[in-house]
């Protein structure tokens, strides 16, 4: 994995990406976003303030006029009679509005006295004031217009003579028409001929009714508006920038002194620790001398990884005393799966001297060390015990109980008691010392060789399964007694079961059954029974490979919930046994020094069926170890191979006869001269000990070179 480290940033970056430029950046755009908004409200007020300025001008302006006139002027026959004539006319003669020829109607209004006063009026007014144009007019509700009576404008473009009407925008009638008095009087709408206007007004002249008859108005174009508006808007602007970038000046230089700086010590300082622990320093308070004083979250922040560093430093030390702890836990563990492993039958062939029978076993725990335990063993020559049994719970609780349990029932089947008696007695004596209140199922039975006839007794075990010759393999349910431990005083129950040559017996715990899969749907004793079917005609150790091939197989790789333990005998009755053609028994395997004990085993279980003392067994021991260990270190060097063993005892006197083979370059141990034993160990020659210690063991030693092997024979009168 690559070494990451904090790299120096370059100029560019540090004006373009690091925290101080974010920083300016981030206020320039909050400056920017406030100013946009401020200018849109500012210009949007501004714009508001002066249309109500032109309005309120326009407004009060009418409404002078309109009371100068009620004072000074009669404008009703004026207006009436340009009433009258507009109201005689047809459509057809209205649409000529803007003729000479509809002119020449309201021509003799414009000759009367009122009139030219009402024209000089509004002149002056208009000329006073800034609006853009100042007139008389009444509104045709009804028809949406507006028909002038008086404008002192004369321009043929923009002026509009007596009876001139136009249409007016929609609802602008009403508001005129209809207004209350209230506020002032106004109008926005766009024309063709002006553009944008405003148009303020005052009521003049009233019918019999009360209703209005003509207003003063005033017209103003919004162009002075939007010329002032944008005046407004660029010096708005400008002071705008100058103050944005003056604040983000400020505010990056106060922001850098009182956040970067202190962020970048915190940074240094981690980048520091960081260093520190890459290079094995013992260095300490990186971040506790950095004294930072702000009085804020960075504060806060400091102090935190002052006591994250001295976390840090404490959960080390921690972890490295737990791993070491569980350094030692796992190799004691390993130590108690060995232990395990080593108090059960292991050696394939079991019993190299015989051949009345077959026998394979297999555990595999569901922890380091499981409760489950099997054993087999002769009682004497005819007898074989058998022993299969499930320690409640898991783990080193149950690996100790199950050795326990596995020695006293060993015990106790040796003295020749029958299995319901075997198991009443160790359930006594279990009893009586059971605080942790643990128990084992036991299955236990002794099988008798010669006639097959198999005697048990089962303590809450699963059921055997039983196969005869040629046959199927059948479940036997048969009588269940309770559990050993559970309660004392219990009676177990005895049955019998006739195993003819050729038969097996299929011994299991409840990890088998109930094996899962993904889905948790258990394995089952029926699909136990159909995984057995194949493994009909096959040895004891093939049915179990079967089985738990089928088991992997079912389970897909879920985790294992029990520990699984399986025993398979094949009964051959008393005729096979008697091996007249090859005595020797044989056992390959990797020449290695692992493979010492298995080798020592497969010779001790030989021994053992002959009645070999035990002085002499373990003389026997002390050659094996010696010779084979010698072909593991110095046939093969450098590189490995098999070597073979072979065992086998007979004649008279009664001889163990011993044989070492192997395929490794060509050695004789016993052509070196013996070394001299009177000689300090500083006078004699290094090596030849083990081998000389070997020779005065064993009655009898020779070597050959035959086939390309090595071929080592020792023999040893069991005497």
Same mark, same amino acid.
């Given at each position: ?69 009620? /004072? ?61 144009? *100042? ?79 003509? *207003? ?6 919004? /162009? ?63 971040? @506790? ?83 489950? *335990? ?34 006293? +029932? ?11 008696? #075997? ?18 199922? #036991? ?28 046959? $199927? ?44 899969? $993904? ?108 010779? *084979? ?59 030849? +000990? ?9 009655? @009898? ?19």
């Amino acid at each position: 994995m690559p070494e990451k480290s904090v790299r120096d940033m370059t100029k560019w970056e540090r004006m373009h990406h690091s925290l101080a430029a974010h920083i300016f950046h981030s206020v320039n755009f909050v400056a920017f976003m406030f100013g946009l908004i401020s200018l849109l409200m500012g210009v949007s007020l501004y714009a508001f303030a002066l249309i109500g300025q032109y309005v309120a001008e326009g407004f009060n302006l009418s409404k002078t006029a309109a009371r100068f006139s009620e /004072r000074m002027l009669d404008l009703d026959p004026v207006i009436s009679e340009v009433h009258r004539i507009y109201s005689s006319l047809t459509d057809e003669q209205l649409a000529e509005v803007g003729t000479e020829a509809y002119h020449e109607r309201f021509e003799h209004v414009t000759a009367e006295g009122s009139y030219i006063s009402l024209m000089k009026m509004l002149s002056e007014f208009q000329e006073s004031s800034d609006q853009n144009d *100042f007139y008389l007019a009444f509104y045709d509700r009804a028809a949406c217009r507006l028909v002038y009576v008086a404008d002192p404008d004369i321009s043929e473009a923009t002026g509009c003579p007596v009876g001139y009407w136009e249409a007016a925008d929609e609802g602008e009638p009403e508001k005129f028409l209809d207004w209350d008095g209230q506020g002032r009087l106004y109008h926005i709408s766009r024309e063709e001929r002006y553009g944008w206007i405003c148009t303020t007004g005052y009521p003049v002249c009233h019918d019999m009714d009360g209703s209005v008859i003509a *207003f003063f108005m005033a017209d103003v174009t919004l /162009r002075e508006v939007w010329s002032g508006t944008w005046s407004f808007l660029w010096k708005y602007t400008l002071a705008l920038i100058i103050a944005g970038v003056l604040m983000a000046l400020l505010s990056t230089r106060h922001m850098q002194k009182r956040i970067v700086t202190p962020i970048n010590r915190i940074a240094e300082a981690a980048a520091s620790y960081v260093r520190d622990k890459r290079k094995g320093t013992e260095v300490h308070g990186h971040f @506790e001398q950095l004294q930072i004083t702000t009085g804020d979250e960075l504060e806060n922040l400091a102090l935190t990884m002052a006591d994250m560093e001295q976390d840090l430093v404490d959960y080390e030390t921690y972890t490295t005393r737990i791993t070491a702890e569980k350094e030692r836990l796992s190799t004691e563990l390993a130590l108690a799966a060995r232990i395990q492993t080593d108090m059960l039958p292991g050696v394939d062939p079991a019993f190299p001297g015989r051949s009345d029978f077959d026998i394979y076993a297999v555990m595999t725990p569901a922890k380091e060390v499981g409760g489950d *335990f099997y054993d087999f063993f002769l009682i004497d020559e005819d007898h074989l015990g058998l022993v299969m049994a499930d320690v409640s719970g898991k783990g080193i609780p149950a690996a100790l109980y199950m050795m326990g349990c596995k020695i006293l +029932l060993k015990i106790e089947a040796m003295s020749g008691k029958s299995p319901a008696e #075997v198991l009443a007695t160790a359930n006594t004596r279990i009893c009586d010392a059971n605080q942790e209140e643990m128990f084992v199922t #036991v299955w236990f039975g002794v099988l008798d060789l010669k006639s097959g006839r198999l005697t048990a007794a089962n303590a809450g075990h699963e059921y055997p399964v039983l196969q005869k010759p040629g046959g $199927r393999f059948e479940l036997i349910k048969d009588k269940h007694s309770f559990v050993v431990g559970g309660l004392p005083g219990v009676k177990y129950k005895e049955y019998e079961l006739q195993l003819e040559p050729g038969g097996k017996l299929f011994l299991y715990t409840d990890g088998l059954p109930e094996a899962t899969d $993904r889905n948790e749907q258990l394995f089952g004793t029926d699909q136990m029974l159909k995984a057995l079917s194949p493994a009909e005609d096959a040895s004891p150790r093939e049915v179990l490979e079967t089985v738990a091939d089928a088991v992997e197989d079912y389970v897909d790789g879920a985790p294992q919930a029990d520990d699984l333990t399986m025993l398979c005998l094949e009964y051959r009755g008393p005729e096979a046994g008697k091996d007249r053609d090859d005595p020797m028994k044989e056992i390959t395997l990797d020449a290695t020094i692992d493979n010492v004990a298995a080798v020592t085993a497969f010779a001790d279980e030989v021994l053992e069926a002959a009645g070999c003392p035990m002085k002499i067994m373990m003389q026997i021991d002390v050659v094996i170890d010696e010779i *084979f260990s010698n072909i593991s270190m110095y046939s093969y060097a450098p590189g490995t191979g098999q070597a073979t063993f072979g065992i086998a005892v007979g004649g008279e006197p009664k001889t163990a006869t011993l044989r070492f083979s192997d395929s490794g370059k060509p050695f004789d141990p016993l052509s070196r001269e013996d070394p001299d034993v009177h000689l300090s160990l500083e006078e004699r020659e290094a090596g030849g +000990l083990g081998v000389f210690m070997a020779k005065k063991m064993m009655d @009898e030693m020779s070597y050959e070179y035959k086939d390309g092997r090595n071929i080592l024979t020792a023999r040893k009168i069991l005497l």
